[in-house]
């Protein structure tokens, strides 16, 4: 399990293209207005249709009033996160969602740093 903090940067296309040049890039999506009941597995088994999700977290804010959760969906690749974006308007548990595609700077796992 990664325990880093992860940046995640929403770009037009043309410029993830340039990011990518220099950085290794994860690809994904975050998704606003979520049902705060969704769980991860629920969100994971939603976004499979679209490509292989290899991560996925929900963050719920209990001191609101609205009730609502964001979360985070990664990709194995690019044009996966850009097939479930474009195949929207999404509606997860009942309430639509509002999707938006990232980058996000590959982070090297703790372990990955001590051995290599």
């Not at 991860?40 to 609502?68: H, P």
Request: aromatic share 12%; hydrophobic share 40%.
């Amino acid at each position: 399990m990664d325990t880093e903090k992860r940046s995640y940067i929403s770009l037009p296309k043309m410029f993830m293209a340039d990011l990518e040049k220099n950085y290794q890039l994860e690809h994904g999506l975050i998704v606003k207005q979520l049902n705060a009941f969704i769980n991860e597995g629920y969100m994971q088994a939603y976004f499979r249709d679209w490509g292989n999700v290899t991560g996925c977290k929900i963050l719920k804010n209990y001191e609101s009033e609205d009730s609502k959760a964001m979360g985070f969906v990664r990709f194995a690749t690019g044009e996966e996160a850009d097939k479930a974006e474009m195949a929207g308007p999404h509606f997860i548990g009942g309430d639509l969602a509002v999707v938006r595609r990232v980058v996000s700077p590959k982070v090297a796992l703790v372990s990955d740093r001590m051995w290599g």
